[in-house]
Nanobody, 127 residues
């Protein structure tokens, strides 16, 4: 399994932007579809965004569509989540995750399809 480390979280005001990074170890990063999830206090973890192995295909939760952009740099073993126009309801711990199956060509969005998870990074948006 790939090891994942998130960074880039912080405390910002509503309307601001943040860019989260997810650094992966090993040599299989480009073989994994990737995703971002988040968990707010008292709530279950929810899907945010996903990207295919090549980066060609992406998918977003309705709540972030048009504001967040997922991307990846396979040469640098890193995935990103650009978050613009942040709202207080975006406050959560954000996790990146890697597909449990190598070389799957599609975008995946179901939590159980992901086999590796980072430790999470806190994003707090003040209103």
């Amino acid at each position: 399994q790939v090891q994942l480390v998130e960074s880039g979280g912080g405390l910002v005001q509503a309307g601001a932007s943040l860019r989260l990074s997810c650094a992966a170890s090993g040599h299989t990063f480009s073989m994994h579809a990737m995703g971002w999830f988040r968990q707010a206090p008292g709530k279950e973890r929810e899907f945010v965004a996903a990207i295919s192995r090549s980066g060609t295909f992406t998918h977003y939760a309705d709540s972030v569509k048009g504001r967040f952009t997922i991307s990846r740099d396979n040469a640098k073993n890193t995935a990103f989540l650009q978050m613009n126009s942040l709202k207080s309801e975006d406050t959560a711990v954000y996790y990146c995750a890697a597909d449990r199956i190598l070389r799957r060509a599609v975008v995946i969005t179901t939590e159980s399809d992901f086999g590796s998870w980072g430790q999470g990074t806190q994003v707090t948006v003040s209103s």
